[in-house]
Nanobody, 125 residues
Framework: QEQLVETGGGSVQAGGSLRLSCVASGRTISRDHIGWFRQAPGKEREFVTSITWSGIVTDYADSVKGRFTISRDNAANTAYLQMNNLKPEDTAVYYC??????????????????WGQGTQVTVSS
């Protein structure tokens, strides 16, 4: 069974940091692009960041540029999201997703065919 499992969420104060991990099992994600999305209560799921299968190209939503860093370890079948200088508006459930290379549109959830269950991040002011 293919699955992604996110860990590392929690509650922090504004200005704090968290590191999310996304571990794949049942599927080798070394040839997949990886994306992180988030969904706050009452809002649509939104793109946060992505990284190509090679790790060479990354992209970030404007709201997280300079604060978040995506990375991956293909040997470990794992992706990461380092979040620094967290703000209350970063509060959301964070999801990692894996998508094949063909026809990939980094910001589109439809480009990803495997999703994790999400991990809650809560930032208090």
């Amino acid at each position: 069974q293919e699955q992604l499992v996110e860990t590392g969420g929690g509650s922090v104060q504004a200005g704090g940091s968290l590191r999310l991990s996304c571990v794949a099992s049942g599927r080798t994600i070394s040839r997949d692009h990886i994306g992180w999305f988030r969904q706050a209560p009452g809002k649509e799921r939104e793109f946060v960041t992505s990284i190509t299968w090679s790790g060479i190209v990354t992209d970030y939503a404007d709201s997280v540029k300079g604060r978040f860093t995506i990375s991956r370890d293909n040997a470990a079948n794992t992706a990461y999201l380092q979040m620094n200088n967290l703000k209350p508006e970063d509060t959301a459930v964070y999801y990692c997703a894996a998508g094949p290379q063909g026809g990939w549109v980094r910001m589109s959830p439809r480009s990803y065919d495997l999703w994790g269950q999400g991990t809650q991040v809560t930032v208090s002011s």
